[in-house]
């Protein structure tokens, strides 16, 4: 269950946004983005972004984050409305202390999805549960999601939400994400293309 807590104008340089905050079960500060009025609309742009400190703030080249970030902000900073969810999980839901100890493994020749294993974490832990709240809040009757993650659609279809179709969300590798990314499409079935 979540309850509005707060909204202001978010202007950007890739346009104008609002944004909100909700108190929610989980007790974490996720931030939602939207573009004009999507409230009641069919077929609108949602991008589900999980926070990156290293990608989104610090323009760390281990991931694309960033690009993701940046990229789904520029396209709903040209349409008359749609949405970004930004949630607190960062590393697939591992954490930013565990995140830093995978890299450190990552480092050593392991690929993310090893470095996870090896310490007994999950490959991916993250809940889409809030995502889901804030579309039904919005009474947003379908979307087209932003992502190239397939695990994502399943996860918002299965709680309800009329997902029309997706959004693919590409960067060009650089030589210190592209065993990253190929590891997404092999070992988690991201549906990139330009690998």
């Known amino acids: 269950m979540i309850d509005l807590y707060s909204d202001a104008r978010l202007p950007t340089e890739f346009g104008l946004f609002r944004i909100y905050t909700f108190v929610n079960d989980e007790n974490k500060d996720h931030a939602v ?32 984050c960033r690009d993701q970030l940046i990229q789904s902000l520029r396209y709903l900073g040209r349409q008359d409305y749609g949405m970004l969810i930004y949630l607190r999980q960062e590393g697939r839901g591992i954490g930013l202390l565990n995140k830093i100890k995978a890299y450190s493994l990552q480092d050593s020749g392991a690929d993310t999805v090893e470095a996870n294993l090896k310490l007994g974490l999950p490959v991916d832990s993250r809940d889409y549960s809030f995502a889901s709240e804030v579309i039904k809040f919005f009474e947003i009757k379908s979307i087209y999601i932003m992502t190239n993650n397939p695990e994502k659609m399943k996860a918002l279809i299965e709680s309800g939400i009329n997902v029309k179709g997706r959004i693919p969300i590409f960067s060009d590798p650089t030589p210190y994400d592209k065993f990253y990314l190929e590891t997404k499409k092999i070992k988690l079935g991201h549906e990139i293309e330009n690998i």
């Open 33 to 64: 983005i939207v573009r004009g009025d999507p409230r009641g609309k069919e077929d609108v742009p949602v991008r589900i972004h999980s926070e990156c400190l290293t990608g989104d703030v610090l323009g760390s080249l281990r991931c694309d």
